[in-house]
């Protein structure tokens, strides 16, 4: 969620109660004037505690304490008018109404405080969020780029998933990307491998030595030392990795350089088809070097003039519909006609919430990347 879209939904937060208060007063004014018409063995007035109580859901604590304050009134003129204000049955009713008006302010007032700072929490996240994810641009050389990405959780702007884009002498480099598990420990996975990307992405000449070293970054543990050296501990090294998808893709060459640790293949769009870019030697994810011997290599594909590659996170293809099934993305994209990067994330962006029934089991992340022709 951006700024102004958190700020609208703010102020839709502060619109929408003012709508609401009439209920409660005309709630209250509804049981008085039942109240005062009905049989004298009738009494309707603890129906009263519902207008503060109702309004504690959606008001602050001034609101509801006035609100009470009205019912208690009101409670006093109906005893007035059926019989006296020293009327036993009418003196308890006012009490249990001032006790319950004085707890459900309260309860406002806690709930208020609540509404703060989950508001300040989502602020601190979604900056967290630009600073960790950057955006990327929409043109790098003779590439025209989008990227989205969709938190599982309304409340969550941050998880594992992660993508970069670093502009060289010869083109253009880009990572996509996936940290194990959630919370605290895959984001800062996720933010170790962007900063040694971003490092590193300008000075490595080859695609290889660059997985090689983000490799060695995602095996330095938080204390700097290297796990699987003494330094670190067994279950954390064998839990901790990172999928990922490095591409490089030179101006020059109408191609695009793969190495895929253990990441969901990219999907090539061309002329109305839809190809996977499985590579022939696909390397372990980052971080599991000291169980498995790593080779990164390096496997290249046509990518030409109006071609569309497509790059995104098991969360994209692991997300089950109500039958348990899962998205059939290449399905779906190459049911589309040609569409820019842009245009063709919305869809899948649409079509993927619409299929998960509006809530994702895990984040997803997409890139969507056209060549276009030199003179552009």
Do not use: W
């Not at 018409?37 to 207008?51: C, E, N, W």
């Not at 007032?109 to 979604?126: C, D, F, G, I």
């Not at 290297?226 to 998808?245: K, P, Q």
């Amino acid at each position: 969620m951006t700024s102004q879209r958190l700020q609208r939904s703010l102020c839709a937060t502060r619109r929408h109660p003012k709508a609401l208060v009439a209920m409660p007063f005309a709630l209250i004014a509804a049981v008085t004037v039942m109240d005062v018409s009905a049989p004298p063995d009738v009494h309707l007035g603890p129906f009263l505690v519902a207008a503060p109580a109702v309004t504690s859901s959606f008001a602050g604590p001034r609101m509801t304490g006035f609100v009470g304050a009205v019912a208690v009134l009101a409670q006093s003129v109906v005893a007035f008018t059926r019989t006296s204000i020293n009327d036993l049955n009418h003196t308890y009713q006012i009490i249990a109404l001032c006790l319950i008006s004085a707890f459900v302010t309260v309860f406002a007032h806690l709930r208020e405080q609540h509404e703060k700072e989950m508001t300040q929490l989502r602020s601190v996240a979604e900056a967290a969020q630009h600073v960790l994810m950057q955006p990327l641009p929409g043109r790098s050389g003779p590439l025209r780029i989008a990227s989205l990405y969709l938190a599982a959780e309304a409340e969550a702007q941050l998880g594992g998933d992660l993508y970069a884009l670093a502009r060289t002498a010869d083109g253009t480099r880009v990572i996509v990307g996936d940290a194990r598990g959630k919370g605290l420990d895959a984001i800062g996975e996720a933010a170790g491998v962007l900063g040694a990307f971003r490092a590193l992405a300008h000075k490595e000449a080859h695609l290889p030595d660059l997985v090689g070293h983000l490799e060695d970054g995602v095996t330095v543990d938080r204390n700097g030392t290297l796990e699987g050296a003494g330094g670190g501990d067994d279950a954390f090294s064998a839990e901790a990795f990172v999928t990922a998808a490095v591409l490089d893709i030179p101006d020059a060459a109408r191609e695009v350089r793969l190495v895929s640790c253990g990441h969901p293949p990219p999907l090539l769009l061309r002329a109305g088809r839809v190809h996977s870019l499985d590579v022939y030697e696909q390397a372990p994810p980052l971080g599991l070097a000291q169980l498995l011997a790593p080779a990164f290599t390096e496997q290249t594909f046509d990518f030409d003039i109006g071609d569309v590659l497509l790059l995104y996170t098991d969360g994209v293809i692991e997300s089950r519909d109500a039958s348990g099934c899962f998205y059939p993305l290449s399905e779906r994209v190459a049911a589309r006609p040609r569409e820019d990067p842009e245009a063709l994330l919305k869809y899948v962006c649409a079509d993927l919430l619409r299929h998960a029934g509006g809530c994702l089991g895990d984040d997803a992340a997409m890139v969507a990347i056209e060549r276009l022709p030199d003179a552009v």
